[in-house]
């Protein structure tokens, strides 16, 4: 036993002195993948692909990345190609080659970089996190002019609602 883990380890630093693919999966069942740097944590049927680095499954199933320093956590489908970008849980989602792309919820499919994708948000006039309070926009007028992503407000019936264009 100790022979074979020995071994093991002397492949995988040849590996990585002749810059060669270096992935980890660990754990899960039928996870597969190629990326450099990158690892499989847990799940049934990820997949890393050729040309991902530094990149992340955790989890789920299904799910496939090519992307650099993109990440999925969790959920079935979800296919990132964009770099840096996420998708957390959900499932068919696709961050379609969009690079800073954040998806959360179930088959969305990004439309633009930069933008965090959700299908419905739901918070008050005034967002709070880690004691730092932000008021978000109200909307006035009409929602064409607004870029997609935009984070605003409207007063219905008393109640804040807040929006994505």
């Known amino acids: 036993m100790k022979k074979l883990i020995a ?4 492949l995988i630093l040849a590996g990585i002195a002749k810059g060669q693919i270096i992935i980890t999966i660990a754990g899960g069942f039928t996870n597969t993948g190629s990326g450099y740097a990158s690892s499989i944590v847990g799940g049934k ?10 990149s ?5 199933r299904l799910n496939s990345i090519k992307g650099c320093n993109t990440t999925v956590v969790g959920g079935e489908s979800n296919i990132a190609t964009g770099d840096f970008s996420a998708i957390l849980g959900g499932c068919n989602n696709n961050d379609n080659g969009h690079a800073y792309a954040g998806i959360f919820g179930c088959n969305i499919t990004a439309v633009a970089a930069n933008t965090f994708h959700v299908a419905n948000a739901w918070a008050c006039c ?3 996190v880690l004691g730092v309070c932000v008021t978000i926009p109200a909307m006035q007028g009409s929602t064409a002019s607004l870029p997609l992503g935009t984070l605003y407000y409207q007063m219905v019936g008393g109640l804040c609602q807040v929006f994505i264009v």
Do not use: R
Not at 7 to 10: D, K, R, T, V
Not at 45 to 54: A, I, L
């Open 7 to 10: 071994l093991i380890l002397f």
């Open 126 to 128: 005034n967002v709070c």
């Open 56 to 60: 992340t499954v955790v989890g789920g």
């Open 45 to 54: 049927c990820n997949t890393m692909c050729s040309g991902s680095k530094f």
